[in-house]
């Protein structure tokens, strides 16, 4: 698992390069764009977000920081290993507690065991008994003086007053103006004026619902409360998606004859918060582990290049990481392919509660917004049988499965994001904009911090398996794949059982089985390894599936690489003889093809959203200047993940 960097390079105070400029940000304009201030000339710039996405320099992209280990009161939040530590020490130290006067002679060999100085037991059994917690066992982490305060005490009361009286007040003073009040009265207390950013962390570390209290009163407060209909925890943009599957209401054709293949399937994201679709993932293929983690996919990255590979020219501002994921019970979504990526990458995977049902509606209702749009193009099946009445859905079929997925894209960025939501009262990507950016009352926490390596997030939603290596290399489900990269590892031992082969993590991609991805332990990094045998021809994994169920039909107990292939190819002569006269026939082909379809948009889009290591040259628009008072004066920012617009 590659960890994200801490930094924000998009967030206030940081520094980014676009076309050989430093800038330091400095507001926020809305989803496309921002205001840096040229270093060079302290000039305020209007930036492209797209263009400092594309242009986050190598140094950024390659420097991988370990975050910060979370540490908690809770004994059950604890470090596996330290839980660990406790238990040694605590049974070891059990005679010296229980005894009213240990003697030294247990007390040093108590020492020499656990490797520490009679002093130190003698002071853990002192906290143990007085407070009775085996958490004064725990091993000392030094913490840095994180979470403390660096400013002098008369500083911070001097900003806490400012809050209290001007910010936490009806009458919404902006930080900008509370800034300027704290400098005066820090500046007649001779005492170090702190930075804008520093009043910005203590605004963010107030609880919404208290600042929204003071600012606009118990009913406005009330939103940060849970009520019945209502999803726990969706206070900002990216806090919590839903995500669901449909069959779309519509017969397709296949792009060769024309002819009617049924109806395609659907999976969409969407943030609570804001209603707005994050991602996107259509198939002819029934909801499966593949439809989910691409799904998933697609809404953290940024969506130029999906969208380029469309040939669409409307808005999708959306990406990030959420913090968490709510589905329903399906296994599509329990699989471990789906929770052990969400977990490797900090997402939250969460289940619809019992006797909840409501709490799925957000999702559910997109996805029948979807389907009544699509009921007013040719082929549409409609939702039931009575409404279709006499409609030949299947003789009316015009759409081709591409055209259908450019369809619901335009709708749902170019109408559906953009126009007034029932329930909001205003459209969602002006609800999504604000919860990120701020409204002029209310601090959105920015603009989300960008992926770092793209291709690994994909990897990372593929399905997996563990696999030894042979000197033939590595075998699943009777197909052999190798590369040179494999030599190292042959017959490698498992290093905590030498009795046993190692076993390697291996992905692999349903659509596409004729290479896997094998991650290499010592290098943590993936590899593609095609076909030991390169002539073999593509295959999808339910394609093999077919093969399998006709080798079962004929009898065939002995099945190796030779017979898949060979069936594969004889069932394929069979397809094509089919195609002009049966839908099975042509929608397998189809899917075949929507498939390879699939994996270049995703190609697409992960390309797009990676940074060019190997150059510094920088495509997009030129930055344009936007002018700045001269007597503004330009201070060093901390990077901050706030949200500010003028």
């Not at 594309?54 to 420097?63: D, G, M, V, W, Y």
């Not at 099946?381 to 619901?408: L, W």
């Amino acid at each position: 698992m590659v960890e994200e960097p801490l930094e924000n390079p998009l967030a206030l105070g940081a520094r980014t390069d676009v076309a050989g400029e430093t800038y330091i940000i400095s507001e926020y304009v809305d989803l496309h764009s921002l205001i840096g201030i040229r270093v060079s000339d302290g000039k305020r710039v209007r930036l492209s977000i797209a263009d400092i996405l594309a242009a986050i320099n190598a140094s950024a992209s390659r420097a991988k920081s370990d975050a910060p280990s979370v540490q908690s009161s809770g004994f059950e939040l604890l470090r596996e290993e330290h839980k660990a530590v406790i238990e040694q020490r605590a049974a070891a130290l059990t005679t010296l507690i229980a005894s009213k006067t240990p003697s030294r002679a247990l007390a040093e060999e108590t020492a020499q065991n656990l490797g520490v100085d009679v002093a130190t037991i003698y002071r853990w059994r002192k906290k143990y008994l007085e407070t009775g917690d085996k958490r004064v066992l725990a091993p000392h982490i030094p913490n840095g003086g994180r979470g403390k305060s660096r400013l002098d005490e008369n500083v911070e009361a001097i900003i806490q007053r400012v809050i209290d009286e001007a910010i936490l007040d009806e009458n919404r003073m902006s930080p900008y103006r509370a800034m300027e009040t704290i400098k005066q009265r820090c500046r007649r207390a001779r005492v170090v004026v702190p930075h804008l950013n520093t009043l910005y962390r203590r605004i963010k570390s107030i609880h919404p619902k208290k600042r929204t209290r003071a600012r606009e009163g118990e009913e406005a407060s009330r939103r940060y409360e849970a009520f019945p209909g209502e999803f726990p925890g969706a206070d900002y943009p990216n806090a919590v998606w839903q995500i669901d599957h449909t069959p779309l209401d519509i017969d397709l054709v296949d792009d060769v004859y024309g002819l009617n293949i049924r109806r395609p399937w659907l999976t969409l994201a969407i943030d609570v918060y804001s209603r707005c679709v994050v991602g996107m993932y259509p198939s002819l293929d029934p909801p499966n582990a593949v439809s989910v983690g691409m799904c998933i996919v697609n809404a953290i990255l940024p969506k130029q290049g999906w969208l380029a590979a469309h040939g669409l020219t409307v808005p999708w501002p959306m990406y990030g990481k959420p913090v968490a994921v709510h589905a329903d019970n399906d296994s599509t979504f329990k699989c471990a392919s789906v929770t052990e990526s969400c977990s490797a990458n900090h997402i939250r995977m969460e289940w619809r509660a019992v006797g909840k049902p409501n709490w799925g509606g957000h999702i559910e209702r997109l996805l029948g917004t979807v389907n009544r749009e699509i009921h007013t193009l040719p082929g549409t099946t409609f939702s039931n049988t009575t409404e279709r009445g006499e409609y030949q859905s299947h003789k009316k079929a015009a759409f081709t499965f591409n055209r259908v997925e450019r369809y619901v894209a335009d709708f749902i960025c170019g109408i559906y994001h953009q126009r007034k939501h029932s329930t909001l009262g205003r459209p969602p990507i002006g609800r999504y904009e604000d919860g990120l950016l701020g409204d002029g009352t209310a601090i959105g926490p920015g603009l989300p911090r960008p992926i770092s390596d793209p291709e690994r997030l994909r990897l990372d939603f593929l399905p997996f398996d563990s696999r030894t290596v042979q000197q033939y290399g590595i075998v699943i489900e009777k197909i052999t794949y190798y590369a040179p990269v494999l030599d190292r590892w042959v017959r490698a031992v498992d290093p905590n059982d030498s009795r046993r082969a190692r076993k390697f993590l291996v992905r692999y991609d349903k659509r596409d089985i004729s290479y896997i991805y094998f991650l290499d332990p010592e290098l943590d990094r993936y590899f593609k390894i095609p076909y030991a045998r390169a002539e073999h021809p593509s295959l999808t994994a339910w394609e093999l599936e077919d093969v399998r169920k006709q080798l079962r039909k004929e009898g065939c107990d002995e099945v190796d690489e030779d017979l898949i292939f060979e069936t594969f190819e004889r069932l394929e002569r069979l397809r094509e003889e089919a195609q002009a006269s049966t839908s099975a026939a042509r929608r397998r082909t189809q899917r075949k093809k929507v498939a390879k379809s699939r994996q270049e948009m995703e190609t697409a889009q992960v390309k797009a959203a990676t940074p060019d290591l190997g150059s510094e040259e920088v495509s997009g628009r030129a930055a344009s200047p936007v002018g700045l008072d001269d007597e503004e004066e330009i201070l060093p920012f901390d990077t901050v993940e706030v949200g500010v617009r003028r």
